[in-house]
């Protein structure tokens, strides 16, 4: 007969401003409900107000853990990316998202958290620990990321330069990156508009690359950025 | 606004108002004495403002109606499981909690509707629906555990608390809620007040440290006079209208208190962590401050219920319609 054990949540022990912003947080029966719920309505709404059409789900993986990447123009991304996962994957994807924005108030903070399930990366602070923390828990869980290696949203539409943050987060490992290319979605919503347009947008997914020989340092890093933003423009062509 | 209520009643919510209101004249006063340190103040006014906000949510709903208070604590229970699947790590388990949710749910309409029979049924009928919900995880290691936490928490949070919630389907239920809601709350502090002053050996060492034989026995004393002293004009005319009924009342609120206590002392040990969440500043969990309530709820409930027919003169079954 095995012994019990007990497993209380990895952020049991934080008050919930905390829980929120923590990229350790764990929900419940009721955060699903919620990420299910908002993620039905976000998806008509792409499929209504964007014709949103989607390529090469065939490349999806069947299980945790992996990492999807795209371009990043406009913050429709993480919703249209969320969107083209089935449930199995999308209830354990955590886009990641810039904490000075998405985490800032209490309601943004909520929002963030209960509906889109982001976890917070701050940008200006130790974004090594996090990406280490990120790493274990991706890993140990086993969970998902939705990220995007440029940083931030590009003004123009263009593919800026990947960094290194996200060989940190799979150097060394087998998990799989699945590149995807993002079509339409800065003509919808370019950050210098106040609310989406009606455009279409569109979504390529790629075949997953994996690095289980690539050294997890800095010359291993900057590979994985470099493989995986050729793989973007590839898709983009 | 109170006039419309009986003396109890008044009494209890008058009196709660004004040791709220006194409080920080309390607190200045130690403090021109000298008697508090920054530590001990910062921890003291958390605590007050705590109860200050505590001390509303649970008497206005006593006071709002039938409804409120069955709602009320339908939301306590949702909460407190919620509180304990975190910390055993149940919370994975949706299907699982989800249907500890339905059963807390449920528990809360037969309340409502006023149907003991269906009340009485939940519980056993939870459990076979857990039982057979589990299954379908198709993952036989751990079944037993995943079950038995389910139930476990289902009785404790959703069976236990829901009979505080039933009370109110008696006309006279303010004041009982009411009385044992303080007697519950002022027994932890009369043990932690005498067992200060006269606590010497510890009562559960590996349990709950910091409480002593003193305060526990302490803490009887003085609940049960309260008690005792409280359901005489409560229970006035009834049955229960005896000395020796009062004292076993004050004892029942006294002992299941101290229980409720170290049975979540236990859990939380078990587990190995301090707090079951951290949600009230200076208290910590919500279960950290209700769990005395837990075993007394339904104690409280079947004794009167045996001696003196709860409820029975009002209309059963109001939402469902049966017979």
Not at chain 1, 96 to 111: C, M, P, Q, R, V
Not at chain 1, 160 to 180: D, E, K, Q
Not at chain 2, 265 to 278: C, E, H, P, T, Y
Request: positive net charge.
């Amino acid at each position: 007969m095995s012994e019990w054990s007990y497993q209380p949540a990895a952020d049991q022990e934080l008050p919930p401003g905390q829980r929120l912003r923590s990229v350790r947080r764990e929900t419940g029966v009721t955060g699903a409900i919620a990420h299910y719920g908002w993620g039905t309505f976000v998806r008509l709404y792409l499929r209504a107000y964007h014709r949103l059409h989607i390529e090469g789900r065939e490349n999806l993986p069947v299980d945790a853990p992996f990492v999807v990447i795209a371009n990043h123009s406009s913050h429709l991304d993480a919703l249209t990316i969320a969107t083209a996962l089935p449930w199995r994957l999308r209830r354990k994807a955590y886009p990641i998202a810039a904490g000075d924005t998405f985490f800032e108030s209490h309601t943004t903070a909520f929002f963030s958290a209960i509906m889109l399930n982001a976890l917070p990366m701050w940008r200006k602070r130790t974004v090594r620990h996090a990406l280490d923390q990120l790493r274990q828990r991706m890993l140990e869980e086993p969970c998902g990321y939705i990220l995007f290696p440029e940083g931030t949203r590009s003004r123009t539409g263009e593919l800026g330069t990947f960094r290194s943050g996200i060989g940190m987060l799979i150097a060394g490992t087998a998990v799989p990156a699945i590149p995807c290319c993002l079509s339409g979605a800065h003509d919808a919503w370019p950050p210098t508009s106040r609310v989406p347009r009606p455009r279409p947008i569109q979504i390529r997914i790629g075949k997953a690359l994996r690095f289980p020989d690539t050294p997890n340092e800095r010359s291993g890093w900057n590979d994985v950025a470099k493989q995986l933003e050729a793989a973007v423009r590839e898709l983009r062509n | 606004m109170l006039t419309a209520f009986d003396p109890v009643t008044k009494g209890i919510v008058i009196s709660v108002a004004a040791v709220l209101a006194a409080t920080p004249l309390v607190f200045l006063a130690m403090q021109a004495a000298g008697k508090l340190n920054e530590k001990l103040r910062k921890e003291l006014w958390t605590r007050y403002l705590s109860w200050l906000v505590i001390a509303p949510l649970l008497m206005v709903p006593v006071l709002a109606g039938r409804v409120w208070t069955i709602l009320g604590v339908g939301v306590l229970s949702l909460f407190c499981y919620r509180e304990y699947a975190r910390a055993t790590g149940l919370f994975r388990h949706h299907a699982l909690s989800a249907t500890v949710a339905l059963g807390i749910a449920l528990l809360t309409f037969a309340a409502l509707d006023h149907w003991y029979d269906f009340f009485v049924a939940v519980p056993s009928l939870m459990v076979l629906i857990l039982a057979m919900v589990a299954v379908g995880a198709d993952q036989p290691s751990g079944y037993i555990q995943r079950v038995a936490l389910a139930v476990f928490g289902l009785l404790l949070f959703g069976v236990c608390l829901s009979h505080l919630g039933y009370f109110a389907n008696d006309k006279a239920y303010r004041p009982i809620v009411l009385m044992i809601i303080l007697c519950t709350e002022l027994n932890d502090i009369f043990a932690f007040i005498t067992g200060k002053a006269f606590g010497r050996r510890r009562l559960a060492p590996q349990t709950s440290p910091n409480k002593t034989i003193g305060g526990s026995v302490g803490s009887l004393v003085l609940t049960t006079a309260l008690v005792a002293w409280l359901a005489g004009p409560i229970f006035s005319g009834t049955p229960l209208d005896h000395p020796v009924h009062r004292i076993a009342m004050g004892l029942i609120v006294s002992i299941g208190g101290q229980f409720g206590d170290l049975v979540l002392s236990s859990i939380k040990r078990d587990l190995g962590v301090k707090d079951l969440a951290v949600v009230i500043p200076g208290h910590g969990g919500l279960l950290d401050r209700f769990d005395s309530l837990l075993l007394v709820a339904p104690a409280m409930f079947h004794y009167v219920g045996y001696f003196w027919e709860l409820g029975l003169d009002q209309p059963a079954r109001l939402l469902s319609g049966g017979l």
